[in-house]
Antibody
């Protein structure tokens, strides 16, 4: 079955960077894009960006441009999301999600378990 | 890109139908038939309920249905059940090849 397994919780200081991994299994890695979504405490879901695994192309949310980078490693079927210059506003649960193959955009049909990133001095 | 607009909360009695709206612009909701809806129980990963405005993924109850008119999409839950109590988010593709979520709607079963 399709699975997305994320790396564990992280605690970072303001100004630091964090890199969260998302290892996928159960389908052909290059057949579906992967998106990243986060949820800050008490807030709603926020789309961060996505990567087309086949072409390696990416798109990012305007507010995160310059701080976020999504990459993939086809040898390990793993997608990475790195966020730099962290502030307390980046404290959130970060999810990776698969773009449903052969479906419309923003159809995220399988999700990772979430990774809590806490930014605190 | 501004978040799509959803009501903060909607409630209903078991067995009733409720509708959640999701309002965007012609650059997102109104411009494409690429609206999805997610159910989110606290502490769990979101679940895709509707994609492409009105399509249900395999395994999703037919009590959930989606539609769109102009810049507003809607999710209707028929025959409301206790297990439907959750947060619901809409999402849309945008003209800049990005995604955007709504602010979320808390559904309460009375």
């Amino acid at each position: 079955q399709v699975q997305l397994v994320q790396s564990g919780a992280e605690v970072k200081k303001p100004g630091a960077s964090v890199k969260v991994s998302c290892k996928v299994s159960g389908y052909s890695f290059i057949d579906a894009g992967v998106s990243w979504v986060r949820q800050a405490p008490g807030q709603g879901l926020e789309w961060m960006g996505w990567i087309n695994i086949y072409y390696g192309s990416t798109e990012y949310a305007q507010k995160l441009l310059g701080r976020v980078s999504i990459t993939s490693d086809t040898s390990t079927s793993t997608v990475y999301m790195e966020l730099t210059s962290l502030t307390s506003d980046d404290t959130a649960v970060y999810y990776c999600a698969r773009d449903m193959p052969a479906a419309t955009p923003v159809a995220f049909d399988c999700w990772g378990q979430g990774s809590l990133v806490t930014v605190s001095s | 890109q501004s978040a799509l607009t959803q009501p903060g909360s909607v409630s209903g009695f078991p067995g009733q139908s409720i509708t959640i709206s999701c309002t965007g612009t012609s650059s997102d909701v109104g411009g494409y038939n690429y609206v999805s809806w997610y159910q989110h129980h606290p502490g769990k990963a979101p679940k895709l309920m509707i994609y492409g405005v009105s399509n249900r993924p395999s395994g999703v109850s037919d009590r959930f249905s989606g539609s769109k008119s102009g810049n507003t999409a809607s999710l209707t839950i028929s025959g409301l059940q206790a297990e439907d109590e959750a947060d619901y988010y809409c999402s849309s593709y945008t003209s800049t090849n990005k995604g955007v979520f709504g602010g979320g709607t808390k559904v309460t079963v009375l």
